[in-house]
């Protein structure tokens, strides 16, 4: 190294060009943590720069100059990213510091000044801290030594620059650092190095049996390179199979913590014996370890025929170390797996062979030839699990998602995660061998140009395997052959309605007739048929999976198609049989009496084809029998299910208990009957007779040219009226759904005792038995007891009181009750006075002799009893009766009294003075004692005694030093002493005598002056020494006595009252008991996060948008409120707030507290922050719990806070105090990982984002970080990327790597937030698992049920135990806006009553995104926490719960705990996120999930799953369709004539059948489905008047226009992915949004998904009102037009109405303007969508360019629908003269032909002409019109053509136009070829610009009205108005 003046031997590289690729890098960013990936090393030394610059700045400029020389070796070419930058802005910052810092040098040379320098840090600081290492902070003593360490290798470069030598004495300490520096290595949660045993966390010994165990070496032979000390049976494994080296010490970490963890439950439970050591790993801890961990690998083992590998030896002492060995070796394998962690079966086949090989090593580990040790099949270099086991699986995965084509290619096409794992359900994947032969068939993925199906390579024919066992393909098929069950019962149902109704009466009583029974039996040969087709479908749809299939599967397949055809064959011939020779029903059953060898034919057929039926019915009955079949692996029991379905590894055994089946069938039996009872009577019955009216007629006149006149029965109209009828009824199932599920969720909500607690009045009337309820429920038992079940619990939860003299129970409570008061303080809910109010006492007085409860319940009980008692006439037990009839007023009074006497006692110390006040108590108690107080003492004198006192108090309560404040106590004690003794008292002066004695006979020459004696002996002690628990006392009486209005509104933050409501509520609810935190099940939180906002800046924070308004203005009037309560806390006391005024506040604020301030924001939007704070509640939460299981008596008594504050810096730092104990327990307990994928590229770039993370680890020193890190690294001179998955935490400010894991590649492969979600999951520790979204929070109060919730794991719900327990959400959004009440309401519906009712009994309940938590053993074994493969697990979260369900898991759902939740609150927010969800069950919906499950459920339980999952969004689409059905019905008959002639018949004219079908397709389309459970839920916890008026409200707030939009977004998203795909991540937004959106934003965004469809039914209503004969005034007219004209309304301008300032006059001339702009502007390469309309368009038909051939055709059968408006209407042309000749629909399409040839001649010409031949141009144009005119007069004269036919043209020729586009866009490939592609778009944009021109005309009318605008506002905000928003000041911006 160089010193400036000094000789070099290497200079560094010339100064660096900069480049403008990082002009934004500075001199003042060269820091520690702007260093590019591939310098990391770099990192360390600048950080060890920066913190000895201000010691020394020479020393610090010689350590960068080292660190340049460093950066320069590491990469000498800058060819990495942001290398060249860094580099060259490094060297300015030295040249520039290189003069300045030598004139700084104390020394002569630099070599010196190191060497001084650092002889100094290590004497003077790092052997002191070395010295006092039990008292010292372990990261600050391992930071000392890294920077010593660093300090030596700058040492010893300056000194080889310089060619000096190096002392002794710093050598030796260099070798102590150096020691020291590998030994204090960085730890994550356990130090488990030797200089860290003194740790509290290692002290427990729960942990020091694990580490003892992990540390039992014994009999193993290690390598002979590896001797190192402290070795333990990690380290051997890493050595043996080379895995990396913080993967091992990660998983050491979590076996450790399992283990520990496990142990001490165990011990806790089974343990009674104290002979053996507890230091001792319990066998029990280890064998439910591998218990959980092995189930699944043992199953896989089972299922394919094989022996597991886990063998254990036969010297027991050795069996414990084995089964750590096996234990250790899973978890290493699953910790280094990255991707292949979706993949358990892969997992397993590696765990099988390695563990195999593990035995082998064990059993004799040398060869008999060399004598060295065997190494497995895939050595034991560094790394060489990676590169050789998991890489070339993790690359296969890889090349099979580049064939996915980023989601554009067939999902036929590719493998995803779910083919790649199954291939490990069949045996023949022993076929890869071990090691793995890399010519396998499974390690082939053919290239893009290359066939996939072989290819010939060195010899060997390789075939790409395709699909394993199912595979997706795009189609409507998917509903029908994943559910056949379901929809063969309805059609058969549907068939036997009919038959029944068709004849006689239509009474079901008919079924009883002959021939109606024989009829009716028809049914099973619909049901051959279904079948047959559910086989054809099957084998179609498996076609492409064929080759991974086996021969058995084959087979199967074959034939039950072979028998499915049979059966439709010999079922109808028999049938015949039967109906040649009929048979009466009596004569059957007389056969059957009189003969059983004879029995009907048919009848026997249909016996023997239900045979499989009968038998599946008998075994539904024993669910237990079932189960058992299905898992066994017994040949004769795989035979039996063989036909049934195909054998797979998971989906079996799946059934619940007889119970739980019992509820459910007999839910769903209920729900069947209504709704076929409904659509018999109601429906189809009364169709019947119509229906035959019409077959009977003969119509001949028809009003157009009749293509089929010889049609029989007029089936065509039939089919009209008919199709409507039959899309309901496959449909209506979802409303009778809806309506038994509001009724079994309320009655299921009512017995858990939900809303029993829900207003401040109820919390009062039980907040008596609420200490009882708190230690019963959140306190562990002293005694371990069963909970009392059966009904009397059922019905009522009953708790004992806290007794008076159980101070340690009241203490608990109040410790508890108080966190919580303050936690409300600290999110500003609540002001100091509500606080001061709502808190109890930590402990009770024990001379008060009762309980103090909070003020709140107390305030204003005494001036209320003062004024019953200064008036009172009686005796005094009267008065006592009165005042105890309000307990709250009688303790008041008590406590009033015994405070009154505990303070004269405290303040008065003078000997006379106190025997006066000790006479005057002693009277006052004897007179109540014998009842006598009214009788001796004056009531009227007790409100002067209390102001008084009251005055006194407040002296008191200031404690003033001055001695004016002194005087006064004095002469308020003389005054009170007169009050009691002249005014109360009626022979008071006999005391007053008695003291006057006793002084005069001890002193004669002086009389007694009460109170006033000075020093030395005061008799008044004042002021007191600050004493907390004499403030808080002094304080709570004050409040008592004078609070005088009542505290019913305290708390009056809405938000407040309704976390205590609950919170309270769910205490009554049944939970598990809690355990001590020692003992309960450790857990992890983890929150996946990409770019979302961290912590609002100030500048987004004062940002205004076009209306001037910023998001802290918009705070500050959404929660006026807290915005006070935030500026009393920051300013701190109340009087400064309400001294100043709030603008002035609020600059202060800006100028002094801009950190607070963006808190405070932050935690009221949806950010990480927010999420963070609220997790951490649990770490808070388990260190009080632990507090109150670890502290002693008096710590309790004395309280959390004033143990933990009244220590000293160096108590709290000691390992042996208990605060140190406390976060060992938490962190044993607790664990919080955010994986923040790119955290390492925004800290390289220095975004202030990756600043705002490394806040929230300060903040939160238990906080851990996850993420990739993407380092370019070379290998044999090439580069390449090299990915991480890195672990940091906070130390000294910074952050830290804990664990840096090499990954084999790129681990975002398919869809993003699972793959981030997995690359992070091994840092988590626990058994359990929560997944917590970045739009979540949580609350204290909550975070205490959480040890109650983890006991779940441990019970069994149902026959298995739990492996995801559903918790409800709050949606904290509501309040923002009329749309995100809405939201909310809808979202809390489903995440209450919905999952409710889906858990039990339906039993049906998934994983619906977070809060969820998981068993995390069971699902880290299973594939993870969420499924990944792109596109297909689109909506990732759910497909969790479709795994776990399969395979054998059991998910329930638990209401007494709630976590926050954020929602979208902006309608095009909201509708995004629709759009996401809808994609995602499109998705679902060709899953083998789904289909898996509609298969291995039985039939009740596949109808739930289906409803509550893709079935509620098919029934969505269909309820759509209706309309679409029965509106192009309608048209057919009005255009054909048909109506009128039907109309003459009388039976005709009413329809009600069709007015019944319609209602139950209006009360999907209003929303009023989703309202039923909404309504159940608000009642039962708000009560019903108020769900009532909530309903009310919503509906005047147009609520039903958002849920009929809302139906447009998901059928329209829905149906587009089954058909064309193009499903993708919607980044909804989660800001607050108060912005307008433009027009053109609007109309991208609603084009095709809305705006098309409404214009369409808008035609389709017109056509129909202007043609139709209805009778206009008949119910069936109205209920018809009004909903199908609303949802036009709404699909048209619903954006519009629910848009900010969408009817201002100015914003509409901009938006107007921005529409012309963007609809006329070109578009081309880089030309974004937002810019030009041409972009757009192309983007939305994006999805027909990847769709198959399949959905090009159904998009050109779909299109040929708008010829019918042309077809029919020229012929009700005027022109027509009622010609029905075909020509004349011949001439309407010459008319087509001649426009479409003059536009083409305009836009020729324009092309050709209108530059150079201007005139030309022009002549032609001219001319054109001239002869448009003449045409339209000779047409009007001469053929007598009408102004009404020119509108029929508009109706009749623009859908034929729009026909064209949407077939040419199907067929855009031809299009082009023909060169008619600018002619295509040119027509797109005419129609574009038509389409939007209709839309913004009605608009725009509207703006001219002013009113409507303030109307709007109003509708939009109405929530926030009745909250005190004042929106008229948002919108306009005036502040």
């Not at 009655?747 to 858990?752: M, V």
């Not at 001055?962 to 009050?979: G, P, Y």
Request: positive net charge; aromatic residues 12%.
């Amino acid at each position: 190294m160089a010193a400036s003046g000094a000789s070099t031997s290497e200079q560094p590289p010339r100064p660096l060009a900069r480049s403008n690729t990082m002009a934004n890098i500075s001199e003042s960013a060269i820091d520690s943590e702007v260093v590019p990936a591939n310098l990391r090393d770099v990192a360390t030394i600048l950080r060890v720069a920066n913190e000895i610059e201000p010691q020394s700045p020479r020393v610090a400029y010689l350590c960068r100059f080292y660190a340049f020389e460093r950066a320069h070796r590491l990469d000498p070419t800058s060819s990495g990213r942001g290398v060249r930058q860094f580099k060259t802005a490094l060297l300015q910052r030295l040249q520039r510091d290189g003069e300045t810092t030598l004139h700084l040098r104390k020394r002569k040379s630099d070599t010196r000044e190191m060497q001084s320098f650092y002889q100094q840090y290590y004497e003077n600081y790092v052997k002191e801290l070395a010295q006092t290492a039990d008292e010292t902070d372990r990261a600050e003593l391992a930071k000392a030594y890294q920077t010593a360490n660093v300090l030596f290798e700058v040492l010893k470069a300056v000194t080889q620059t310089e060619s000096a030598e190096v002392a002794p004495e710093i050598l030796a300490a260099s070798k102590d650092v150096k020691e020291k520096t590998e030994m204090l290595v960085p730890y994550n949660i356990l130090p488990l190095d030797p200089a860290s045993a003194h740790q509290a966390i290692m002290r427990f010994t729960e942990i020091q049996a694990a580490v003892s165990a992990l540390r039992n070496i014994r009999a193993l032979r290690w390598p002979r390179d590896n001797q190192k000390p402290d070795l333990d049976l990690l380290d051997w494994l890493q050595a043996t199979f080379g895995f990396q080296k913080d993967n091992v010490a990660n998983q050491r970490e979590h076996l450790i913590l399992l283990l520990a963890n496990v142990h001490k439950r165990k011990i806790h439970k089974t343990r009674t014996s104290t002979t053996e050591p507890m230091s001792k790993l319990d066998d029990e801890a280890v064998n439910e370890v591998m218990k959980k961990l092995f189930k699944n690998y043992k199953q896989w083992c089972k299922y394919l025929g094989r022996k597991s590998s886990l063998w254990l030896p036969s010297i027991q002492q050795d069996v414990q170390q084995r089964k750590i060995l096996y234990t250790g070796l899973y978890l290493l394998i699953w910790g280094e797996a990255a991707n292949l962690r979706f993949m358990p079966e892969c997992l397993c086949y590696i765990y099988h062979h390695m563990a195999y090989e593990l035995f082998g090593l064990l059993g004799g580990n040398v060869s008999t030839v060399t004598g060295e040790n065997i190494k497995p099949a895939y050595g034991g270099e560094e790394e060489s699990f990676l590169k050789k086991v998991v890489t070339p699986i993790y690359n296969v995965i890889s090349e099979e998602v580049k064939r996915n084509r980023k989601g554009t290619a067939k999902h036929s096409q590719w493998r995803n995660y779910d083919d790649l794992n199954e291939f490990f359900w069949s045996i023949d994947c022993f076929r890869l061998g071990w090691p793995m032969r890399a010519d396998a068939d499974y390690f082939y993925v053919p290239k893009e140009f290359e066939k996939h199906s072989s290819m010939k390579r060195r010899g060997h024919r390789k075939k790409w395997m395709a699909k394993t066992n199912f595979v997706e393909i795009r189609s409507f098929w998917h509903i029908f052959r994943s559910f056949d069950r379901m929809w063969t019962f309805y059609i058969l149902a549907l068939q036997a309605m009919i038959i029944i109704s068709w004849h006689g009466t239509g009474s079901p009583t008919e079924i009883f007739s002959g021939s109606v029974f024989k009829e009716v039996l028809s049914v099973f040969i619909t049901a051959s048929i279904l079948k047959f087709l559910q086989a054809i479908v099957d084998i179609i749809f498996s076609w492409k999976a064929r080759q991974s299939m086996k021969y058995r599967e084959i087979l199967r397949y074959i034939l039950k198609a072979v028998v499915a055809a049979a059966w439709v064959i010999i079922l109808p011939a028999c049938y015949v049989h039967t109906w040649e020779n009929p048979t009466g029903l009596v004569k059957t059953f007389q056969n059957w009496a009189s003969g059983w060898n004879f029995p009907s034919l048919y009848i026997l057929a249909v016996a023997i084809y239900l045979l499989p039926n009968a038998l599946a019915v008998v075994l539904f009955m024993l669910p237990m029998l079932k189960r058992c079949i299905e898992r066994s692996n017994w040949r004769i029991c795989n035979i039996l299910t063989w036909w049934q379905q195909p054998r797979l590894y998971i989906g079996r055994g799946m059934h619940e208990s007889f119970s739980s089946l019992f509820k459910y069938t007999m839910f769903w039996i209920l729900l069947l009957i209504s709704k076929l009872a409904f659509s018999y009577y109601i429906e189809i019955r009364p169709l019947v007779k119509p229906t035959k009216a019409i077959m009977r007629m003969s119509i001949g006149n028809y009003e157009w040219h009749e293509l089929f006149p010889q049609a029989r029965k007029n089936i065509g109209v039939v089919i009209s009226i008919w199709s409507p009828i039959i899309l309901v009824y496959f449909m209506d199932t979802q409303i009778w759904y809806s309506i038994f599920s509001t009724i079994v969720g309320g009655i299921y909500g009512a017995f858990r005792h939900l809303g029993e607690i829900r207003t401040l009045g109820m919390l009062r009337s039980r907040f008596q038995s609420l200490p009882g309820a708190f230690n019963a429920r959140l306190v562990p038992p002293v005694k371990e007891k069963e909970q009392k079940k059966g009904l009397k619990t059922l019905l009522s939860q009953t708790f004992d009181p806290v007794e008076p003299g159980k101070r340690q129970e009241a203490a608990k409570f109040a410790q508890l009750w108080n966190q919580v008061i303050a936690s409300f303080r600290e999110e500003d809910l609540i002001n100091n006075r509500e606080m001061n109010l709502l808190v109890v006492p930590y402990s009770s007085d024990p001379s008060l002799h009762l309980v103090q409860w909070p003020p709140f319940l107390l305030a204003s009980k005494i001036p209320i009893a003062l004024d019953m008692a200064k008036d009172f006439r009686g005796k005094d037990a009267a008065l006592e009766k009165k005042i105890a009839a309000d307990e709250y007023m009688q303790c008041a009074v008590k406590e009033c009294y015994e405070s009154f006497k505990h303070v004269l006692k405290s303040i008065v110390v003078g000997n006379i003075e106190k025997k006066v006040i000790i006479d005057i108590i002693k009277e006052v108690d004897n007179n109540i004692k014998e009842g006598t107080l009214l009788e001796n003492f004056k009531m009227s004198g007790l409100p002067l005694l209390y102001n008084k006192f009251v005055e006194l108090v407040e002296c008191l309560l200031k404690n003033d030093i001055e001695s004016t404040t002194r005087d006064k106590v004095i002469l308020l004690l003389q005054d009170m002493l007169e009050v009691v003794t002249e005014d109360i008292m009626l022979d008071g002066y006999k005391i007053l005598d008695s003291v006057q004695e006793e002084v005069t006979t001890n002193n004669q020459n002086q009389r007694p002056q009460l109170f006033a004696s000075a020093d030395p002996d005061p008799a008044v002690r004042f002021p007191f020494r600050p004493d907390e628990a004499w403030e808080e006392q002094i304080k709570r009486l004050y409040l008592l006595l004078t609070v005088k209005e009542s505290a019913m509104d305290v708390p009056s933050n809405l938000e407040a009252r309704r976390r205590i409501a609950f919170f309270t509520n769910s205490l009554f609810m049944d939970m598990p008991n809690a355990p001590k935190v020692r003992n309960m099940l450790p857990f992890s939180v983890m929150t996946p996060y990409y770019k979302e906002d961290v912590l609002y800046s100030m500048k987004e924070l004062q940002l205004e948008n076009e209306d001037g308004v910023s998001i802290l203005f918009y705070l500050q009037k959404i929660y006026p409120d807290e915005w006070k309560n935030f500026l009393q806390r920051v300013f701190d006391t109340e009087d400064q707030v309400l001294g100043k005024d709030e603008k002035h506040l609020e600059d202060e604020v800006l100028r002094s507290q801009e950190k607070d301030l963006r808190h405070w924001a932050s935690y009221r939007g949806q950010t990480l922050t927010r999420t963070v704070r609220g997790m951490m509640y649990y770490r808070k939460a388990l260190e009080l719990q632990s507090f109150l299981d670890m502290a002693k008596v008096e710590e309790m008594l004395e309280g959390y806070r004033s143990v933990v504050e009244s220590m000293t810096d160096e108590q709290r730092r000691s390992q042996r105090h208990l605060p140190a104990q406390l976060q060992a327990v938490a962190d044993m307990k607790f664990t919080y990982v955010i994986s923040c994928q790119l955290y390492g590229t925004q800290k390289i770039r220095g975004d202030p984002i990756a600043a705002d993370i490394l806040n929230l680890m300060v903040t939160y020193p238990s906080l851990r970080v996850a993420y990739i890190d993407e380092v370019v690294e070379k290998e044999k001179d090439k580069a390449h990327k090299v990915y991480y998955s890195i672990l940091v935490k906070a130390v000294n400010g910074l952050d830290q790597i804990i664990y840096r894991i090499k990954l084999p590649g790129d681990p975002i492969l398919g869809e993003g937030k699972p793959e981030n979600q997995n690359h992070a999951i091994i840092f988590t520790r626990g058994e359990a698992l929560q997944t917590i979204d970045m739009n979540q929070d949580n609350y204290l109060e909550e975070a205490f049920k959480m040890r109650n919730l983890l006991q779940e794991f441990l019970k069994k719900h149902g026959v298995r135990f739990p492996t995801i327990l559903g918790l409800r959400e709050h949606i904290f959004t509501g309040s923002v806006s009329s749309l995100a009440w809405f939201m909310s309401n809808q979202e809390t519906s489903f995440v209450t009553i919905g999952q409710r009712l889906l858990a039990s009994p339906l039993k049906v309940r998934f994983h619906y995104g977070h809060p969820d938590v998981f068993d995390r053993l069971f699902h880290l074994t299973r594939g993870g926490i969420s499924k990944a493969s792109k596109l297909i697990n689109l909506s990732e979260d759910i497909f969790a719960g479709f795994n776990s369900t399969l395979r054998q898991g059991n998910v329930t759902h638990h209401e007494y705990m709630q976590v926050g939740k954020g929602r979208d609150v902006g309608l095009n927010q909201i509708s995004q996120f629709e759009a996401k969800v809808a994609n995602g069950n499109g998705e679902q919906t060709l899953s083998r999930d789904i289909y898996r499950l509609g298969h291995r459920f039985d039939f009740f339980r596949m109808m739930s799953c289906y409803f509550t999952t893709v079935g509620f969004y098919f029934s969505s689409m269909v309820t759509v369709l209706t309309v679409y059905i029965f509106l192009y019905g309608r048209l057919y008959l009005v255009l054909s004539g048909l109506e009128a002639a039907m109309l003459r018949e009388a039976a005709l004219q009413h329809n009600s059948p069709l007015e019944a079908a319609l209602a139950s397709q209006s009360l999907v389309q209003l929303g009023l489905l989703m309202a039923l459970p909404m309504l159940m839920e608000i009642g039962l916890e708000r009560g019903f008047r108020k769900a009532l008026s909530d309903f009310v409200v919503m509906q005047l707030q147009l609520a039903s226009v958002f849920f009929t939009f809302s139906l447009g977004t998901k059928t329209h998203y829905y149906g587009r992915t089954l058909l064309h795909g193009g499903a993708k991540y919607r980044a909804t937004g989660r800001g607050f949004v108060v912005y307008h959106a433009k027009f053109a934003d609007n109309y991208r965004f609603y084009s095709r998904s809305h705006f098309v469809k409404g214009l369409e039914l808008m035609l389709l209503l017109i056509v129909y009102t202007v043609y139709s004969h209805s009778y206009r005034k008949t119910v069936v007219y109205i209920l018809i037009t009004y909903s199908m004209w609303f949802m036009v309304g709404t699909w048209l301008f619903a954006p519009f109405l629910f848009n900010p300032s969408g009817f201002e006059w100015q914003k509409i001339v901009d938006d107007w303007t921005d529409w012309n702009k963007w609809i006329n502007n070109r578009g081309g390469i880089g030309v974004i969508q937002e810019k030009s309309w041409e972009s757009w368009w192309d983007e939305e038909q994006e999805h027909l360019k990847h769709s198959g051939l399949r959905g090009r055709i159904w998009e050109i059968l779909l299109s040929l629908r708008f010829f019918l408006y042309q077809y029919g209407l020229v012929y009700h042309l005027n022109i027509a003269h009622e010609h029905r000749s075909v020509l004349v629909y011949g001439l309407s399409w010459l008319v087509i032909a001649v426009v479409l040839l003059v536009l083409k001649v305009v836009s020729m010409g324009r092309r050709r002409f209108s530059a150079d031949f201007q005139l030309m141009f022009r002549l032609l144009k001219g001319l054109l019109f001239i002869g448009f005119l003449s045409v339209l007069i000779i047409l009007i004269v001469v053929f007598g053509l009408t102004i009404a036919d020119l509108f029929v043209c508009f109706l009749a020729f623009m859908p034929t136009g729009w026909a064209f586009l949407q077939i040419a866009l199907a067929c855009r490939p031809l299009f082009q070829c023909c060169g008619l592609w600018d002619s295509v778009r040119a027509l797109a944009r005419s129609y574009e610009y038509v389409m939007g021109l209709h839309l913004f005309t009605p608009v725009a009318i509207l703006a001219w009205f002013p009113f409507v605008s303030e109307f709007q506002s109003r509708l939009l905000f109405n929530q926030a108005f009745s909250r005190g928003l004042q929106i008229s000041r948002i919108l306009t911006g005036r502040k």
